[in-house]
């Protein structure tokens, strides 16, 4: 099966395939048959996910992982149920992407059982490096359940990672859950990893970095936050990444807030609000981030103004 490349997205981002096996000119016809099976079930997952169209999505990724199974194959199945998981985590079901990645590393071990260490090679560093990624997934979606202990001790363990990707993301969430638990040795620690990774920092480095920076100012000098916030907003926007850069508007109007602009943080929630709104009509969900935002905002807007209405037949 082809490796996948993945997109990094918000708040658990596709990372860095692991590395995989290649289709070869000696394989039989009926294996690139099979392979271009599992590849055609990743790639329509991929496109589904680019525009948030997420049943169609995990639809998809649990097709892959079926023939992935099928097939015996610990790399297909490390990618696809990575990319399942990311995908319940981007329609805000954290539950379920925690049952995922539990169904994951119990199909990755069995496969580990037994293995000679003379042929053992790809298939361990395979294991580790999908273990990395469920470890990064397990620690968003504890994050976003408020199981934030959990997310801390995954967050560390994804910063152990040997890929780049997962341990920037990593470090990410160590910081964001860290400043949720008003650990600031850790936030600050997370923030300085952040900044000391190699140049010329990407977009999402970017905007990791000046959004922790806005966390740790927020106490202190929240006018200074709410600059940062507002950069960090703007860094996602420019990255595609809808659902961070609502977040960082809402961290920038808790900012605006502390710094004595009420009216502004007023406007932002409900920008915010109407944002998550859009993200989640997909689902066909109320969304009750989308609520609270609303109503913090104290504003009588409605949350999806141009969503679409029942006619008469």
Not at 84 to 108: C, G, I
Not at 176 to 195: E, H
Request: hydrophobic residues 45%; aromatic residues 4%; charged residues 20%.
């Amino acid at each position: 099966m082809s490796p996948m490349k993945y997109r990094l997205l918000f708040a658990l981002p596709l990372c860095a395939a692991l590395a995989g096996c290649s289709g070869g000119g000696n394989q039989d016809q009926g294996v690139q048959v099979r392979n271009a099976a599992w590849q055609q079930a990743m790639d329509a997952g991929q496109q589904a996910l680019a525009i948030g169209r997420y049943s169609v999505a995990e639809r998809e990724y649990r097709e892959a992982s079926r023939l992935a199974l099928r097939d015996d194959d610990p790399q297909g199945i490390a990618d696809s149920s990575y990319n399942l998981a990311v995908t319940q985590l981007s329609a805000d079901k954290p539950t379920d992407a925690l049952e995922t990645v539990q169904n994951a590393r119990a199909a990755l071990e069995i496969r580990s059982v037994g293995i000679q260490a003379q042929t053992a090679g790809t298939e361990q560093k395979t294991a580790a490096m999908g273990t990395s990624a469920l470890d990064l997934v397990a620690a968003g979606a504890y994050s976003r359940l408020g199981r934030l202990a959990e997310a801390a001790d995954m967050a560390r363990r994804a910063e152990q990672s040997s890929e780049t990707d997962i341990r920037q993301r990593a470090m990410f969430i160590a910081g964001i859950v860290a400043a949720r638990r008003s650990d600031s040795a850790t936030l600050a620690a997370s923030l300085q990893s952040l900044s000391s990774l190699p140049q010329p920092h990407s977009l999402d480095v970017q905007g990791d970095v000046v959004a922790l920076q806005a966390l740790t100012l927020l106490h202190t000098d929240p006018a200074r936050a709410q600059e940062l916030a507002a950069q960090a907003v703007e860094l996602r926007r420019k990255n595609g990444d809808d659902r961070a850069m609502i977040h960082a508007m809402a961290l920038e109007a808790q900012a605006a807030k502390a710094a004595g602009h009420p009216e502004v943080a007023s406007a932002l929630l409900a920008r915010a609000a109407q944002g998550q709104a859009a993200r989640s009509a997909t689902t066909g969900q109320n969304d009750p981030l989308a609520i609270q935002y609303m109503s913090e905002a104290g504003l009588s807007l409605p949350l999806q103004p141009f969503a679409v209405k029942e006619t008469e037949k």
